[in-house]
């Protein structure tokens, strides 16, 4: 954990989570970072707080000491969303100052005593309801309801245009000793968007309408900081992230980028030999591709690649009458996320009866993420010659209806 200034008077507290599973299932391969704000005025607060920190009280006495407060003075502890990897420190916080006043959404009040048996000294805050720390240090409080969760508030410093939103606009990506725009190379700042579609992804992308209001919500206030519970905070460019979320959350409902994920699975290699033709296809035609081998690549991967891509093109045998099961899970995690109206082929062997294809189907009309099929190629065994070809043809028609669906957005 480390402490530095975000501006007079804001500090921000921050900690890297690695090798961990994040929600105990998306693997963090360059780890993540959670921050917590702490906001002086004559009355000290702290906005949300950093899980996985170690020594809790001892370490958080040691940086607090660095920028001269005392923990004892904390007086308020605003916890914009209830989730445990920001409010599960409230515990540890405890062992510092037992009397501290809560400031939290109404819906985050059940969840409170929930999770930790708290029911006195909160106040409740909505739209529009303001803190006075003193000083000129007035912090003012929107709903931004379910991203992530439905009691999600963010907390705004109105005397230097901070914004702290917690999980909206974060990104994924441990941080090094350089953690605001300002201080990262350009290189930088492409390794974090990477890291902010992986984070987007995983973890908001079923919530983009709700991201999309939030966002337009926040338009409306004069931003020049923004201050997340995860990644870097953007106090050169903070309208980079937000047009950034702006985009992701218009990948949803797609057309996206000029991109197309390839998800293949392969048992004895029949399948695998339809994956080549396929993706030259698509590359000879301009298009970005993300190669996936299932159950081999890791879903966070996959996501991160499917989200801004247009198409999918799956590669998949028939196994015992239904689809290859690693596919079938990565499928459904993609329709359940609402990766929605996405242009699709699908190619495959089997050996006697099929059925990928109807499963295939079915899981199709049930979840209905409104994907559009290109007639599927399947083939016994192993794909002839002609078969190869008509696999490149469809990806090549694929390309074709990418360009024009992504050419046409916006008009
Ligand atoms: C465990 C297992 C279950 C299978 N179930 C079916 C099936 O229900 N119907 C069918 O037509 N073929 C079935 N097959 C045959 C495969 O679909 C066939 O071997 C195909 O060529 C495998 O393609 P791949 O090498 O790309 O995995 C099954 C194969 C295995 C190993
Ligand atoms: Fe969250
Ligand atoms: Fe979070």
């Not at 530095?4 to 900690?15: F, H, N, P």
């Amino acid at each position: 954990m480390n402490v530095t200034t975000v501006i007079d008077g804001i500090y921000r507290l921050s900690a890297n989570m690695e090798e961990i599973l994040f929600e105990g299932l998306w693997p963090v391969p360059n780890g993540v970072a959670m921050n917590s704000y702490i906001v002086k005025g004559e009355k000290t607060a702290i906005v949300d707080g950093v899980c996985g920190w170690d020594g809790v009280p001892e370490t958080l006495f040691a940086q607090l000491e660095k920028i001269n407060v005392d923990p004892e003075s904390i007086d308020y502890v605003i916890v914009n969303h209830m989730e445990p990897d920001h409010s599960g420190w409230i515990e540890d916080f405890r062992k510092i100052r037992p009397d501290f006043t809560i400031v939290t959404s109404k819906k985050a009040v059940p969840l409170m005593e929930a999770y930790f048996d708290i029911t006195d000294d909160i106040m409740v805050v909505g739209d529009g309801d303001t803190l006075d720390l003193g000083d000129g240090r007035v912090l003012a409080f929107a709903e931004i309801p379910n991203v992530h969760w439905p009691e999600t508030i963010a907390t705004f410093d109105t005397k230097s245009g901070t914004l702290m939103p917690c999980d909206a606009f974060g990104s994924f990506g441990s941080i090094g000793e350089a953690m605001y725009d300002d201080e990262l190379t350009p290189e930088q700042i492409d390794f974090y968007e990477q890291e902010a579609i992986r984070y987007y992804s995983n973890i908001v992308a079923a919530f983009s309408v709700p991201t999309a209001k939030a966002i337009s919500k926040a338009s409306t206030l004069p931003i020049k900081i923004i201050a997340p519970g995860h990644g870097i905070v953007w106090r050169k460019d903070p309208m980079k992230i937000v047009n950034d979320y702006i985009r992701y959350a218009s990948y949803q409902k797609g057309p996206c980028e000029n991109e197309v994920t390839v998800i293949w699975g392969s048992m004895y290699g029949m399948t695998e030999q339809g994956v080549r033709p396929a993706i030259d296809a698509l590359e000879s035609e301009g298009i970005i591709v993300h190669e996936h081998r299932v159950p081999e690549d890791s879903w966070g991967d996959i996501l991160t690649s499917a989200w801004s891509s247009t198409g999918l093109v799956l590669g998949m045998p028939t196994y015992e009458y239904k689809m290859f099961p690693p596919m079938l899970n990565i499928l459904e995690e993609l329709a359940r996320k609402r990766f929605l109206n996405r242009k699709v082929f699908r190619f495959g062997s089997y050996s006697w009866s099929g059925g990928a294809q109807k499963d295939l189907d079915e899981m199709v009309a049930r979840l209905k993420p409104g994907w559009e099929f290109l007639e599927p190629v399947e083939f016994k065994g192993k794909p002839s010659q002609e078969e190869l070809d008509t696999i490149a043809a469809r990806c090549k028609e694929l390309a074709v209806q990418i360009k024009e669906a992504v050419a046409s957005k916006g008009k």
